[in-house]
């Protein structure tokens, strides 16, 4: 069960924590005698103890103990840290020497800095002489901590769980488990501290097909919903007030709100279609401005960036709201969260970490995001596609929009090829129609920028294929469909024995593995997008030979409208005809439908190593 609740602790600024006396168990020589976990006996190691004290606004304390079972724990012997105000760090390693325990104290050599980004350091520790049955032991504390979460589970087991609470600052906070996790805890509250206490907590499972594992674990959120004696964020419409209170955007516009009428007037002169205009708009704001590679939810002068032609995220699509609504068209600004940063699962302003545009035009609302130079009208980013965003209208009202919708993405392949039985080899040609994110994916990963190449990498991808005469057509042309085409020779495709030749199918347009080898799923498959891909493949056959027998068609469902394969192979005359289509209709498809689509593509590996039998034609008659 999870439980939302608002603390607004009254205890006096002179409660202290016990974190700075807290007190460890006695490590004796039966902490050693076990070689696995009751509990979680395939766990590499665990966490016996972890306990986690927080005086919001001032002081994280940590304290735990971890037991090494097997070598494969010895990654977690590496430690780590996401702060760079450690102090009080302790650290050390107990381990059974000649039936004596032993406790060593980590000095100076094994603990070190390590700066990254915007001049941060980290803490690392690096722990010595670690054994299969090894205990660590760490103790920290950070300094004027500020945190939105608190983890409540690990990559490995927890055995024994205590997080603490505290609120010296007299802020009101709500504190939410995440809804999305499956743990659970028991919450404990009393007039001095809030307390989630855990037993035996699973480790956090690493599963493909997720963007951001974090998503799913088991955490405390907190965030700050009262401050000067005014609510904030007890629901949506308290976000949408803050961001217009806050007047991140609307004073520098009614200062210089006239900076871009000139460039708006020549640019739309008599047209009348709401659409059109909102299309050239966008286009212009994609060519004139370059992104910074920043995210943000506000803008601190838009006429500079404006006439600098350079921005965050911020600048730019506040920048497009302001020149869509000049033009007669209803735009608002849209806070998302990318995926790297979470997914937002309770009213939030800094779980919310970039602004996007949405235009209102003839009933539809449009998702838009000028900051990409080649994404398509309409299209937003894949770490965009992230949940519900919020849009925040003038008068403080507010409409949760998911990112998730989108076009169906779809991918085209027409292949006509020859089989030559004297060099083993089979010739073609190969035409492709990307559309919508296939599209924007292949231009931004063959841009002049990027210096990639179609044709070496398709060789690298499938040895002896042989790739020439490259074309595209609308590569620069982002709003229509872009197409591709070459031709190959595939060496060494035919298989010959006893005058049969063993072909297969799909030439080298199949998969290699199946994506899904989980034996169970615990949490969501996420795809990029949703996507139908389908290829029809002519197979001219060499004089003188037909097939022996052919499969029989193949039709796969998953769950009502989630995912579906067809396949299909028949011979007509000189030629065999094969087509397959593979449609995911969901970018987030729930564990349930897991099973069904592990099946699904282990059916199009077995299509994909198939092959079939060519035999001449007296021997036949």
């Not at 840290?81 to 381990?95: E, M």
């Not at 006239?258 to 060519?287: C, M, V």
């Amino acid at each position: 069960m999870r439980y939302t609740f608002l603390l607004s602790l009254t205890l006096a600024f002179c409660t202290t924590l016990a974190a700075q006396t807290y007190k460890f168990d006695e490590i004796g020589i039966r902490d050693f005698s076990k070689l696995r976990d009751d509990v979680f006996p395939e766990a590499p190691a665990v966490l016996l103890v972890q306990d986690i004290r927080f005086k919001y606004g001032y002081e994280l304390y940590v304290n735990e103990r971890i037991k090494i079972y097997t070598k494969d724990g010895f990654e977690f012997s590496n430690w780590d840290s996401q702060f760079d105000d450690i102090s009080g760090l302790r650290a050390y390693i107990y381990n059974l020497e000649d039936g004596v325990v032993t406790k060593t104290k980590i000095d100076r050599d094994n603990i070190f800095k390590e700066k990254i980004e915007d001049g941060y350091e980290v803490t690392k520790i690096a722990f010595p002489n670690v054994k299969e049955g090894s205990i660590l032991e760490l103790s920290y504390k950070v300094h004027y901590v500020g945190m939105r979460w608190l983890n409540a589970q690990s990559f490995i087991p927890i055995k024994k769980l205590k997080i603490a609470i505290q609120n010296p600052g007299y802020y009101s906070l709500k504190i939410v488990e995440n809804p999305l996790a499956t743990i659970d805890l028991i919450r404990q509250n009393d007039r001095s501290e809030i307390r989630f206490l855990g037993e035996n907590i699973p480790a956090l499972k690493r599963e493909s097909h997720i963007y951001n594992l974090n998503n799913y674990r088991g955490k405390i959120f907190l965030e700050q919903v009262r401050t000067k004696g005014k609510e904030m964020l007890s629901d949506w419409s308290e976000v949408s007030k803050i961001f217009n209170d806050y007047g991140w955007y609307a004073e520098e516009l009614e200062k210089n709100g006239h900076f871009f009428e000139g460039d708006i007037t020549a640019l739309l002169g008599t047209e009348k279609d709401p659409l059109i205009k909102a299309k050239r708009i966008y286009s212009f704001l994609q060519n004139r401005m370059t992104w910074n590679e920043r995210y943000s939810r506000g803008s601190d002068n838009l006429r500079k960036s404006y006439m600098e032609q350079r921005g965050n995220a911020a600048d730019i699509n506040l920048l497009l709201i302001f020149m869509l609504r000049k033009s007669g068209i209803e735009a608002n600004p849209v806070l998302v969260a990318s995926k790297y940063w979470g997914r937002p699962v309770l009213p939030t302003i800094y779980g919310l970490n970039n602004l996007i545009a949405a235009a209102e035009i003839d009933g539809e609302t449009y998702l838009l995001d000028a900051t990409d130079k080649i994404a398509p009208f309409g299209l937003l980013r894949k770490t965009f596609m992230n949940g519900n965003g919020i849009i925040i209208y003038e008068d403080d009202t507010y409409k949760l929009v998911s990112t998730n919708k989108t076009d169906i993405s779809k991918m085209t392949t027409l292949v006509t090829a020859s089989l030559e039985p004297e060099s083993q080899s089979v010739t073609g040609s190969v035409r492709t129609r990307y559309q919508h994110h296939y599209a924007w994916e292949f231009r931004d990963t063959y841009s002049a920028a990027r210096g990639r190449s179609f044709e070496e990498e398709m060789e690298n991808t499938v040895e002896l294929l042989e790739v020439n005469n490259v074309k595209t057509n609308n590569f620069n042309e982002i709003e229509k469909p872009l197409d591709v085409s070459y031709d190959f020779e595939y060496s060494d495709f035919i298989e010959t024995i006893n005058d049969k030749l063993y072909v297969s199918p799909l030439l080298f347009l199949g998969i290699i593995e199946n994506p899904y080898k989980d034996t169970d799923r615990l949490y969501p498959v996420e795809e990029d997008f949703p996507f139908v891909s389908s290829c029809i493949f002519k197979i001219k056959l060499p004089e003188g030979y037909i097939p022996e027998s052919l499969p029989e068609p193949i039709s796969i469902l998953v769950g009502d409208d989630v995912a579906s394969l067809k396949y299909n192979i028949s011979a007509q005359g000189n030629t065999i005809q094969v087509s397959y289509q593979i449609e995911i209709l969901k970018a987030t498809i729930p564990p349930e439908y897991y099973e069904g689509l592990k099946r699904l593509y282990g059916t199009f590996l077995e299509i994909s190593n198939a092959k079939i039998v060519l035999g001449k034609i007296d021997e036949q008659k």
